[in-house]
């Protein structure tokens, strides 16, 4: 089952495909792009998944990167 990166949303579908790569489109969260989750439809998913929202959010996502806000608004 594939899910969104971005919410963990299963409205994903295949939006572009083609020889070079394909392109995924979430109706939930309206991501587009090459990666979504896939994942084993029997096991629960709610349990495993951290939006990354959350992490940027709740600063983990910085401290794990290196990146920290200042270098962000500097590029």
């Known amino acids: ?15 572009l495909g083609g020889s070079i790569g394909s392109l995924y ?4 969260c ?8 896939e994942t084993d439809a029997q096991q629960p998913f709610a349990d495993q998944f951290v939006s990354f ?3 940027v959010e709740g600063g983990s996502f910085w401290s794990e990167t290196g990146i920290s806000n200042q270098m962000l608004f500097q590029m």
Do not use: A, K, N, Q
């Open 1 to 15: 089952m594939r899910r969104c990166m971005i919410c963990g949303s299963e409205e994903v579908s295949l939006w």
């Open 53 to 55: 929202w959350d992490l």
């Open 30 to 37: 309206h991501y587009v792009g090459p990666i979504v989750l």
């Open 25 to 28: 489109h979430c109706t939930d």
